[in-house]
């Protein structure tokens, strides 16, 4: 079944620090990748997307993201964490049937 | 400004009563999507249309409704069927690769949040 995996359900890092949040799909999830962020009570917003073409991707708010398709993954990082990036991610995989597959999401919380 | 919106932005309801969720876009996008979202699961697909007068069945549309009357409306009924209805709604649009879209990309509205007393 195609999947989207992400590594860790809550993850802490202090002000400064680097962020890293995993991702991996299966391999029959074609590569067509996203990370979204959602802020509480909002709804989701796109941080950046793998189409095609260079595999690291540059997002908003200083995220960026890897494709390595060896490793199935699609990690983002952020070198410097911020208080107002704390916020729920989700990593996405398009399977071409309409839908996109969803992995449960990762809250990162920011310490001062 | 192009985007979705969702109304209201927080809903109660008595146990027992139907309630309907609003959905209306403006990008001209032909795809729509409601999602549900509970602490801890991540996002789950209700329904969805890729054109009008057309809807699928998500992963779990069992005590849900829409329907798809116009490009720019997907309408959710919560029914009484539904039985744990409480939960952050999010509706969805995207430009669906049978129709040219390179990509499933999707913009989300601000979501509504369902409280049923």
């Known amino acids: 079944a195609q999947s989207v995996t992400q590594l860790g359900s809550h993850v802490s890092v202090s002000e400064g620090a680097l962020v890293l949040l995993r991702c991996n799909y299966s391999?029959?999830?074609?590569?067509?990748l996203f990370w979204y962020v959602q802020y509480p009570n909002q709804g989701l917003q796109l941080l950046l997307k793998y189409t095609t073409g260079a595999t690291l991707v540059k997002g908003i708010n200083g995220f960026e993201a890897e494709f390595k398709k060896s490793e199935t993954s699609f990690h983002l990082t952020k070198p410097s964490a911020h208080m107002s990036d704390a916020a729920e991610y989700f990593c996405a995989g398009d399977n071409q049937g309409g839908k996109l597959i969803f992995g449960q999401g990762t809250e990162l919380s920011v310490k001062p | 400004d192009g985007g979705i919106t969702q109304s209201p932005k927080y809903l109660f309801r008595k146990e027992g009563q139907n309630v309907t969720l609003s959905c209306e876009q403006n990008?001209?996008?032909?795809?729509m999507y409601w999602y549900r979202q509970d602490p801890g699961q991540g996002l789950r697909l209700i329904y969805y249309s890729q054109i009008v007068n057309d809807f699928q069945k998500g992963d779990i549309a069992e005590g849900y409704s829409v329907s798809r009357e116009k490009k720019e409306s997907f309408p959710l009924t919560v029914t009484s069927a539904q039985k744990n209805p409480t939960a952050f709604y999010l509706c969805a649009s995207s430009i669906p690769m049978v129709f040219g879209g390179p990509y499933n990309e999707q913009f989300f509205g601000p979501g509504t949040r369902l409280t049923v007393l």
């Open positions: 990008l001209n996008h032909d795809a």
């Open positions: 391999s029959s999830v074609p590569p067509y």
